[in-house]
């Protein structure tokens, strides 16, 4: 009976700890696909800044709420990508995302390093495996690289084409090829870069293309998901309030939790099975205590 009960109380603490665990995952299975960061601050297309001061707008935010653990500015950008006489591709020139971020600050996500080293000082750039084998590169070769600086879109209008674009080029040295996760929703075609070298190269020191926010992950440690994603968009509101005026011309994105709220019924299913599991467990202990009571009962009287 002793070991019965203490069986009935281990399940118990198993059933909970499964429940967190799953439901840890499904929030790390999520991250892997669009990204770690909590919630993605960007100028609105309309604005006529479409880089942010990333000293200011931090400082701003990292007092709005006491769930933020953490702001990293980002470059994240469609690029051209060629490269060059010295080393002509069969590809010849293409697209690619550029992800610049500061690596000694900035640990959303990871990276996986294949081939090389994971250097990024000076005008080096790290490569995902998709763009390597797409453009015939490899460590060592030269490339060149093109950001096309963003045109304002006037309101009320759709983006007018055929506009002449201001394209800024620098040439970089591949130190070596990677592979991604968590650090953007399916990027496999892209360039890592240290956001110091790509303000230098655009000549724009204190500002970034965006700002990332990390939460407490106990944000997300509560039975219904509807709650954790109600929490996330709440924080997020009341970064909006701490903008002030200014945040209309900033976007603020949650798509980690929006994609979980979507994966509400996948969790619900499993918490429910691990739950019914769980009381089955608890079920048959239960009548196997109830029947050594009463074989006890028996053998006295």
Do not use: C
Request: charge should be negative; proline fraction near 4%.
């Amino acid at each position: 009976m002793v070991l019965a009960l203490v069986f009935v109380a281990a399940m118990l603490v198993v059933l909970n700890n499964t429940i967190a665990t799953s439901r840890r995952q499904v929030v790390d299975l999520i991250a892997r696909q669009v990204g770690e960061q909590d919630i993605t601050i960007t100028r609105m297309d309309t604005s006529p800044d479409p880089f942010i001061d990333v000293e200011r707008t931090t400082a701003l935010l990292r007092s709005a709420h006491p769930r933020i653990d953490a702001v990293y500015p980002r470059f994240q950008a469609a690029i051209e990508v060629d490269s060059g006489p010295t080393q002509p591709s069969s590809a010849g020139p293409g697209n690619a995302t550029l992800i610049a971020r500061d690596p000694e600050m900035d640990d959303l996500g990871t990276v996986d390093i294949q081939e090389g080293d994971y250097d990024l000082s000076g005008n080096r750039v790290v490569i995902l495996r998709n763009t390597a084998d797409a453009y015939d590169l490899k460590v060592g070769d030269e490339i060149l690289l093109s950001y096309v600086l963003p045109v304002p879109r006037d309101v009320g209008e759709t983006q007018a084409e055929n506009l002449s674009v201001n394209r800024i080029s620098r040439r970089f040295v591949i130190s070596g090829i990677a592979l991604q996760n968590g650090l953007g929703s399916d990027i496999q075609n892209g360039i890592l870069a240290d956001i110091a070298s790509v303000q230098d190269w655009l000549d724009m020191p204190g500002r970034a293309e965006r700002l990332v926010v990390a939460l407490d992950q106990a944000v997300y440690n509560t039975v219904d998901v509807q709650t954790s994603v109600f929490r996330v968009r709440r924080i997020a509101e009341d970064l909006q309030a701490a903008l002030g005026e200014q945040a209309e011309s900033f976007e603020f994105d949650i798509t980690k939790a929006e994609t979980l709220d979507g994966a509400d019924l996948a969790f619900s299913m499993l918490q429910t099975m691990t739950m019914v599991y769980g009381f089955l467990s608890m079920g048959v202990v239960g009548l196997l205590v109830y029947s050594l009571i009463n074989a006890n009962v028996d053998d006295r009287r």
